[in-house]
């Protein structure tokens, strides 16, 4: 009996990493052979997912651009007494815009297959086993891509909570850029604060949002808040086309599960994203890059991961200290304060911030000036230094 070749990659999860990951592997190898595997009907759930256009460099934004569903060439922040504009181009991808192009995408390669409503039941270095209809079949490919989404509990410092409603209005709400931030809102659950983005000249995405010490998502309230800001603002709605909600981790303590030959985790799964934001675009198109790359030179894409695991660690260190020290520093009336600090730093010095590409300068930049308001030297001394993270002694 003989046994198919085995792919070139079996992409496991069909979110945000994988559908980067197809895009980026059949730009660079359009007979690549690959198999993405998803247990839901569509590929990348309900989500919206936001990133800085400068995140991208001029390759991977060539695959990422037909993602994009809406862009904006600046965006606002707003504190009770500030407000500025930031000079960032920022984007937004749709879920419905990636199950559209990445479906597309496989279907015209000639060596790509897409298995939904299939879930993998397990899978090792080179091989996994999904369960599809009645029966469990299995795979071999060189390289496993497991981007299953986040299922990490150990070390999390606090939780960004959202509700966000998709709403059309009666009448165009006069926004031309999105309003990331606006913290005058009332401070409830940690630090609370409503995300604006204008999808159209009358739809808007109105996001709920706080910094909180519990995971308890409490949805009704927060849409009350977010339907309440509406009318505040005078905007009268037509209709609440879609409603998103996300509970994510914000981690003081996390390390990226290291590659392997044949097995790469990815993705949240892997600990390719933001500790202090929750956001993964940047790290996990980055990554999608370099696989792609490997793909395409038929070389090891672990090794290719693994190449860029000192500079994400080195990055993820800096940000999870920022998380310690936002929970525990800090009381929770007092965190907005911190991020109006952070918003007085120069736009470049954000956008790198927000795609795990802090320089030096930047970092001592963060440090400098005058302390967030609410920054007691005595908390500061209670709360001492975080205990050691996987991360403390892998690099210096
Ligand atoms: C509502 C929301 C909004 C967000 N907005 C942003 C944003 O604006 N910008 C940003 O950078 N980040 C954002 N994030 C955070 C982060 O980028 C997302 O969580 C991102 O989707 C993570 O990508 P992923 O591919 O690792 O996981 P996911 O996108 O969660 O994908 C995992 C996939 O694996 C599938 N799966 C799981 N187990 C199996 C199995 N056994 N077999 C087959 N399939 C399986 C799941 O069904 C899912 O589709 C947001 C998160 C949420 C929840």
Same mark, same amino acid.
């Given at each position: 009996m003989t046994h198919p070749p085995p792919l070139d990659l079996a992409l496991v999860g069909g979110g945000l990493q994988n559908g980067l990951i197809a895009l980026a592997v059949l730009a660079a190898r359009p007979t690549a052979r690959i198999a993405l595997f998803e247990? &839901?009907?569509?590929? &990348? &759930?309900?989500h919206t997912w936001c990133f800085h256009q400068g995140d991208l460099d001029a390759a991977q934004a060539a695959w990422v651009d037909p993602l994009v569903a809406h862009r904006w060439p600046n965006y606002d922040v707003a504190f009770t007494g500030y407000r500025r504009a930031l000079a960032s181009p920022y984007a937004c991808v749709t879920a419905e815009r990636l199950d559209e192009v990445v479906r597309a995408r496989l279907a015209a390669a000639p060596g790509a297959e897409l298995y939904t409503d299939? =879930? #993998?039941v397990a899978l090792g270095p080179g091989r996994l086993a999904f369960r599809r209809g009645g029966g469990v079949q299995s795979v071999r490919a060189h390289t496993v891509v497991d981007a299953r989404g986040p299922d990490r509990a150990r070390g999390v410092g606090g939780w960004q909570k959202f509700v966000g409603i998709e709403l059309e209005l009666?009448?165009? +709400?006069? @926004?031309?850029?999105? @309003? @990331?931030?606006?913290?005058t809102v009332e401070q409830v659950d940690g630090s609370r604060f409503v995300y604006v983005l204008p999808l159209g000249p009358r739809r808007l995405l109105v996001e709920d949002t706080c910094f909180s =010490?519990?995971?308890?998502?409490?949805g009704p309230r927060l849409l009350a808040q977010a339907r309440a800001y509406v009318a505040a603002r005078g905007w009268k709605v037509a209709a609440e086309l879609r409603e998103e909600r996300g509970v994510l981790p914000l981690y003081w303590q996390t390390a990226v599960t290291p590659p392997a030959q044949g097995l790469i985790s990815a993705g949240y799964q892997g600990g390719?994203? +933001?500790? #202090?934001? &929750?956001?993964s675009f940047p790290p996990a198109a980055r990554l999608a890059a370099a696989i792609g790359r490997a793909i395409a030179d038929d070389t090891d894409p672990a090794a290719a991961v693994a190449a860029l695991v000192p500079e994400h660690e080195r990055q993820l260190r800096f940000a999870m200290r920022l998380v310690w020290m936002m929970f525990k520093w800090f009381p929770p009336e007092r965190r907005i304060g911190v991020l109006e600090h952070f918003y007085r730093l120069p736009d470049d010095t954000i956008r790198r911030f927000y795609g795990l590409a802090s320089t030096t300068a930047d970092r001592t930049r963060m440090f400098l000036g005058r302390p967030p308001r609410g920054l007691s030297l005595r908390a500061m001394i209670a709360a001492?230094?975080?205990?050691?993270?996987?991360l403390t002694e892998a690099t210096s």
């Open positions: 247990r &839901g009907p569509r590929l &990348g &759930g309900n299939t =879930e #993998v009666t009448a165009p +709400h006069g @926004l031309t850029t999105p @309003l @990331l931030m606006d913290a =010490e519990s995971p308890a998502l409490d390719w994203f +933001h500790p #202090v934001t &929750g956001y001492a230094a975080p205990p050691a993270s996987p």
